[in-house]
């Protein structure tokens, strides 16, 4: 049998107060789980890692987006997302095209780009309904009004809103009744 840890004492000993709240520590967890879950799955899908997926879903949701616009929304380098667009390009996900002054590039997705996107809504779909399983329809749509409202408050600005919703299907939660849309 292991011993379980009194945290608090060591922390304390340390001349640290922590207070353990569970409530915190189990939206991380879920946050946790949510995001390895999601990211494992979406490496499958595209076979590398890092933002691809979300690349695929924003240029999806934004026709010829730029590669400013994807980098802002992803939270990624210029540069980096340079080479993330090449990647997409070589697999034939998208299509880059000169934008407005020749300068700019837009990105739009391939009929491929497009299929790839279904299956990233497809996979995180079936991946939540797993998640949310022992939830009946009341308790379902309550989370779903505690989520709103929590999500309603962490958007600082529009750039900010669109990082948070950067793996959102844009289908279900239009920007009209997104609640970190709203909030920005």
Request: net charge negative; hydrophobic share 40%.
């Amino acid at each position: 049998m292991h011993e379980v840890y009194d945290l608090t004492r060591v922390f304390v000993g340390h001349g640290l107060k922590m207070e353990f709240d569970r409530l915190k520590n189990l939206l991380m967890a879920l946050s946790v789980a949510i995001t390895d879950h999601t990211n494992s799955s979406n490496e499958k899908l595209l076979e590398f890692k890092g933002e691809a997926s979300a690349a695929v879903l924003q240029i999806g949701l934004y026709p010829s987006v730029s590669i400013l616009e994807l980098s802002m929304s992803l939270g990624l380098s210029h540069s980096a997302t340079v080479r993330l667009a090449s990647k997409l390009e070589l697999r034939k996900l998208i299509d880059k095209k000169s934008g407005k002054d020749g300068r700019e590039v837009e990105l739009n997705l391939t009929s491929e780009g497009e299929s790839m996107m279904r299956d990233i809504l497809q996979k995180r779909s079936d991946s939540f309904d797993k998640m949310i399983a022992p939830l009946g329809g009341d308790e379902r749509q309550n989370l779903e009004l505690y989520l709103s409202k929590i999500l309603g408050k962490v958007a600082c600005d529009e750039n900010d809103a669109i990082r948070i919703c950067r793996m959102c299907d844009g289908r279900v939660c239009p920007d009209e009744t997104c609640p970190v849309a709203y909030s920005s």
